[in-house]
């Protein structure tokens, strides 16, 4: 599917949405980070939701997934609370900072964005630069 670039009719349920956002939220909460793509192909094209409210709705699933990992990495001691808030302050600025310039710059150059950032950490990934 293409990230859509307006509203069209959903393609899918509510519920098959929902279906399809289970193993991926068992994915996130397994391994951590890298979802953020087929979750937005997941409501863009599923849904029908425009790309900035489908990372709009991706970064608050994966504040959930994420604070849920916390919690259990806390219960077990091995949460590194020198690293996390650093990590966290970050998170928070970047993402009010985002917010800002993805409705300053639109949908078309925030998807931009976000298909070369991804090419490129994934090229890091795979190329182990």
């Known amino acids: 599917p293409t990230v859509a670039r307006s509203h069209p009719e959903p393609r899918l349920t509510r519920s098959a949405v929902a279906a399809a956002a289970l193993p991926l939220g068992f994915y996130e909460g397994l391994l951590g980070s890298g979802n953020s793509i087929a979750v937005t192909i997941l409501l863009t094209?599923?849904?029908g939701f425009e790309f900035l409210r489908a990372l709009g709705h991706y970064y608050l699933m994966g504040s959930v997934w994420c604070g849920a990992?916390?919690?259990?990495?806390?219960?077990?001691?091995?949460?590194?609370?020198?690293?996390?808030?650093?990590a966290?302050?970050?998170?928070?600025?970047g993402g009010y900072l985002g917010s800002r310039?993805?409705?300053?710059?639109?949908?078309?150059?925030?998807?931009?964005?976000?298909?070369g950032a991804g090419l490129i950490l994934g090229g890091k990934l795979l190329l182990g630069w």
Do not use: E
Not at 88 to 93: F, T
Not at 101 to 107: A, C, E, F
């Open 45 to 47: 094209g599923g849904r």
């Open 88 to 93: 966290l302050a970050g998170a928070v600025s």
């Open 101 to 115: 310039l993805g409705n300053r710059l639109g949908g078309p150059a925030v998807r931009g964005i976000f298909v």
């Open 69 to 86: 990992a916390a919690a259990s990495y806390w219960a077990r001691g091995v949460l590194d609370f020198s690293l996390t808030f650093p």
